[in-house]
């Protein structure tokens, strides 16, 4: 070979080479291009994910709080509110004490205000109540009546029979052995019924005397 084409040749073989060395520094380039972009896109999407992590943890702290805050603020009501209201069996619970009501018919005759034989028993059962669980407390009889007027029974009215009836309640007390200087007797007639007298059975559920065993201070709690 001449030297005029071996130093073609040569010619050739190098640009071929550096021909390929330009491409693969290319695509080297392309791919770490491609690379890059693909981390930080992923890089980005963590970013987003932990933004949205940090902003649902903020979210339930939140919650969280306002949860706690609710519960304070229900157990300083719970706190504050008076112990639940108790009775023994057969007596209503009451602000400041008790209170059972007895139908008339259980202590008197109709249109009398002379206790029953019968009617002891009960009274000695009250007694036990009063001397005991409430022997602290005052002991106001009630006695009321229903709405039908006196016409034979020799009374006055609804009033003087339901005081008669709470005085002989008030009268037996004492004689079991309450204090008097706890009692005190009141006829309310017909004038503080417990529903409407529109039937017998409601009559019957209006003629009653109520005992309450409370504090001095407390009230009867008539509604108005």
Not at 18 to 25: L, M, W, Y
Not at 62 to 77: D, F, G, H, I, Y
Not at 147 to 156: C, H, L, Q, V
Not at 207 to 221: M, W, Y
């Amino acid at each position: 070979m001449t030297k005029r084409a071996t130093l073609l040749a040569t010619l050739i073989a190098t640009t071929v080479v550096t021909t390929g060395c330009a491409t693969n520094k290319k695509s080297e380039m392309t791919m770490l291009q491609e690379r890059n972009l693909e981390l930080t896109t992923r890089l980005n999407r963590s970013y987003a994910d932990l933004e949205s992590a940090m902003r649902e943890r903020d979210n339930f702290n939140n919650r969280l709080s306002s949860a706690m805050q609710e519960v304070n603020s229900l157990q300083s009501q719970l706190a504050n509110q008076p112990a639940p209201l108790t009775a023994p069996a057969g007596w209503t619970a009451v602000p400041g004490g008790a209170m059972i009501a007895i139908e008339s018919g259980v202590l008197f005759a109709p249109g009398k205000a002379v206790l029953r034989p019968e009617a002891l028993k009960t009274l000695d059962a009250v007694v036990s109540t009063l001397q005991g669980e409430y022997g602290d407390k005052d002991i106001l009889v009630f006695g009321h009546t229903d709405d039908t007027p006196i016409k034979k029974s020799g009374w006055n009215d609804n009033w003087q029979l339901s005081s008669e009836r709470a005085l002989a309640v008030v009268r037996s007390l004492a004689k079991r052995g309450v204090s008097a200087g706890r009692l005190a007797a009141c006829g309310a007639g017909e004038h503080r019924p417990k529903i409407s007298n529109s039937s017998e059975p409601n009559r019957t559920t209006n003629r009653r005397v109520e005992i309450f065993a409370i504090t001095s201070q407390a009230s009867t709690g008539r509604t108005p």
